[in-house]
């Protein structure tokens, strides 16, 4: 609004510059050109800068913060959960964080190799509470419940993830490996169960790994020479 009523006050003096102008010399002439353009050059540039800005500029600083913020969280909670495992399981476990299947654009968050076979975490942390249905997940904001899309929930993404891990370490040599598999969540009170048949283990809090280990039995295929070939090749 305020650049229309200068932009009508400029039209009025222009129209009333113009008409008296013409009876100037020419130097005061050639002044009021040079202002004119100048005036117009810069009011059109002052309006299409604020037009970028609010349609382009603010928008993309916006995503930057959030996606710092989210960065910042998953290495909040890629840390919180690791420490807990090597407290848990103790220094004869491999734990390979930010694995990169090659060829793979996504990375898995942690893999620990160790006796009890090979276990994938996908790691949350996240200010709002997940709901874990049978077949479905919600988001939980202000009260109210919303639907997760299918490609978006966690344990879609953790069984995907494991798939591609088993064809990987196949193709490796190691053969079919049964992979245990579990979505962490840093904070209890970041998810909630509410079906019954959820089909991947989701650990609720990091206090509660230790349980979720402890219902894991040890695999007598996982000698430690051939979880050292595991990890040998995961470290490559």
């Known amino acids: 609004m305020f650049f229309i009523g200068l932009a009508v006050l400029w039209s009025v003096a222009l129209v009333w510059s113009v008409w008296h102008i ?36 603010d928008p993309f600083a916006d995503k ?37 299947i090659p060829g793979r654009r996504y990375d898995i968050d942690a893999i620990v190799v160790g006796g009890k076979g090979i276990i994938v975490f996908e790691i949350k942390n996240r200010v709002s509470t997940t709901l874990f249905a049978n077949t479905m997940s919600y988001e939980e904001k202000n009260g109210n419940l919303i639907s997760i899309p299918y490609k978006d929930d966690p344990r879609r993404k953790l069984i995907s993830y494991c798939h591609d ?12 490996l049964p992979i245990n598999k579990a979505v962490v969540f840093l904070k209890k009170e970041s998810a909630r169960i509410i079906g019954d048949e ?14 979720y280990l402890d219902g894991i039995k040890n695999d007598l295929l996982f000698t430690p020479e051939f979880c050292e070939k595991i990890n040998s090749v995961l470290k490559q």
């Open 22 to 57: 013409k009876n100037q010399p020419p130097i005061m002439q050639v002044l009021f050109l040079f202002s004119t353009t100048f005036f117009v050059l810069g009011f059109f540039g002052n309006w299409l800068a604020n037009k970028i800005e609010n349609r382009w500029l």
């Open 64 to 100: 930057l913060i959030e996606d710092a913020r989210r960065a910042e969280l998953g290495d909040e909670g890629e840390d919180g959960v690791c420490d807990e495992l090597a407290k848990v399981l103790g220094a004869e476990y491999s734990i390979h964080r930010n694995f990169k």
């Open 165 to 176: 891990l088993e064809s990987y370490l196949s193709h490796k040599g190691l053969g079919k």
């Open 198 to 211: 959820i089909h991947v283990w989701v650990v609720c809090g990091v206090q509660d790994l230790g349980k």
